[in-house]
C-alpha cells in the first residue's frame, strides 16, 4: 500500500503509476528536472532589478553576433535561462530557444544559457546528435544560435534561481528594457512575453499578480498535502476552502476547487458533490482518451482503498469504453489495461479478463509479460 502522503500527492496531480506506458504523464508542460534545493528566499520577483552576470565561460555566441553580457543595456531584452545537459526537459527545450533567438534575432533580443557544470561536461553535450525540426544535427550546432555558457562558481544560479525561491530547471528569466524581471517560467513559453515586450504591450504587473498567486498556491498544496496524509482531511478542506474564498486568478481557482473533489474523493468522504464533479470531468474528456484514462487510473487506484467508488467506476468504464473505438494504436493496448483494472475495481472480474486479454495481444516486448502476467492474476481470481 502506498503511503498516504506520497498517494495524495500522485493523485492531486494525475501522474498515478499503472501499467499504462504512454498514459502516465499529461501533455504540454514537460516534468521539471529538479536540481539540488535551493533557499527559497524570494529576494528576487517580477519587477525586481535582474542581478548582473558575472559567467566564467561563455561558449556560443550566435555566431559572432553577440558579445558576453555581464550588465543589461537599457532599450535591449535579454532571456537568461538555467539548464543542464543531465536534464531531460532542458535538452528539449534547446531547439525551441535556437529557433525563439533566430526569430529575433535581429530585434535586441539575447538569449543566454547558463549551466553550472565543468566545461568539459557542456563540450562532450554539444557533440552529442539530436532531432531538429530541419532534421538531424548536433547540441553544438543548435545552441550555436544563442549564447551558451556554463558558471561552475554558479554564482548566476545563486543571484538568480535561489534568490527567487526556484529549485527547478529549466527556468528563465526575462530581463526587460528597463533591467528589470519581467518574466519568470519554462522556456518553451517564452514566445508571448517576449513578442508583448517587443511592442511595448506586456503587463507586468498582471503578470506579477499571477506569478505571486502561483507561488502562493505551490505552498499552499504542500500544506494541503500535508494535512490530507496525515489524516486531516477535514482541515484540509477547510485550509482549500479559505483559499477559495480569497480574489485568485482563475486557473488557479479552477485547481483548488479540483484539488477539493481529490481530497474529499481519496479521502472517502464520497458524497453527492464528489460524484456530480467527476461526472462531470468525464463529460468534459469526452473525445480525450488520454484525460479520460488519467481519471480512470485516479479513480482505480482510489477505489483499491477507499469504499463508495462504485457510481464513479461505472461511469468511467464507460467514458472509457466511448473512447476505445477513436483510440490511436499506440494507446490502444494502454486503455484496454486501464479498463481492465477499472473493472477488477468494481468486481467485474469477466470484463476485466476480456480487456485485459485485448492488451495483451496489442502489446509486444518486456509490456507483453507484464500484461500477460495481470491477465493470469485475473483469471486466477475467478478460481
Given at each position: ?21 504512454s498514459l502516465i504523464f ?54 537568461v535561462e538555467f539548464w ?300
Open positions: 500500500m502506498a503511503h498516504p502522503l506520497l498517494r495524495i500527492v500522485l493523485i492531486v496531480v494525475f501522474c498515478a503509476v499503472a501499467t499504462a506506458g499529461p501533455e504540454g508542460r514537460p516534468a521539471t528536472s529538479a536540481h539540488a534545493a535551493a533557499p527559497t528566499t524570494n529576494s528576487l520577483s517580477i519587477g525586481g532589478k535582474a542581478p548582473e552576470l558575472d559567467v566564467e565561460h561563455w561558449v556560443s555566441d550566435g555566431n559572432g553576433f553577440f558579445e558576453p553580457v555581464s550588465s543589461f543595456e537599457n532599450g535591449k531584452i535579454y532571456v543542464a545537459t543531465w536534464c531531460g526537459p532542458c535538452a528539449a527545450s534547446i531547439p525551441r530557444l535556437a529557433e525563439l533567438q533566430k526569430k529575433y534575432r535581429g530585434q535586441d533580443v539575447q538569449i543566454v544559457g547558463i549551466s553550472d557544470e565543468p566545461l568539459s561536461d557542456i563540450n562532450a553535450f554539444l557533440k552529442r546528435e539530436v532531432q531538429s525540426p530541419t532534421g538531424p544535427t548536433t547540441f553544438g550546432e543548435l545552441t550555436s544560435a544563442y549564447c551558451l555558457t556554463t558558471d561552475p562558481d554558479r554564482s548566476a544560479y545563486t543571484g538568480y534561481m535561489e534568490a527567487a525561491g526556484q529549485d527547478g530547471i529549466p527556468t528563465a528569466f526575462v530581463v526587460g528594457k528597463s533591467g528589470l524581471i519581467e518574466w519568470i517560467g519554462f522556456p518553451t513559453e517564452l514566445e508571448e512575453p517576449l513578442d508583448q515586450l517587443i511592442n511595448d504591450s506586456w503587463d507586468r504587473e498582471a503578470f506579477r499578480r499571477n506569478y505571486e498567486a502561483q507561488k502562493q498556491y505551490e505552498i499552499m498544496m504542500q500544506r494541503v498535502s500535508e494535512l490530507a496524509g496525515t489524516g486531516k482531511a477535514t482541515q484540509a478542506i477547510e485550509l482549500i476552502d479559505k483559499q477559495l474564498s480569497s480574489d485568485l486568478p482563475e486557473a488557479i481557482r479552477k485547481s483548488w476547487v479540483a484539488v477539493r473533489q481529490q481530497v474529499k474523493l481519496i479521502s472517502g468522504l464520497v458524497d453527492d458533490e464528489v460524484v456530480a464533479y467527476f461526472k462531470q470531468e468525464m463529460a468534459s474528456n469526452k473525445g480525450d482518451a488520454v484525460a479520460q484514462a488519467r481519471l480512470a487510473i485516479m479513480l482505480f487506484q482510489t477505489a483499491n482503498e477507499v469504499s463508495g467508488l462504485d457510481e464513479l467506476l461505472k461511469a468511467v468504464a464507460a467514458a472509457m469504453e466511448a473512447e476505445i473505438p477513436g483510440a490511436s494504436a499506440d494507446i490502444l493496448s494502454d486503455m484496454h489495461d486501464i479498463l481492465a483494472h477499472v473493472y477488477e475495481s468494481s468486481g467485474k472480474i469477466d470484463e476485466a479478463i476480456k480487456h485485459q486479454e485485448q492488451a495483451v495481444e496489442l502489446t509486444v516486448g518486456r509490456a507483453k509479460q507484464r500484461s500477460q502476467a495481470y491477465l493470469e492474476e485475473l483469471k486466477a481470481s475467478q478460481k
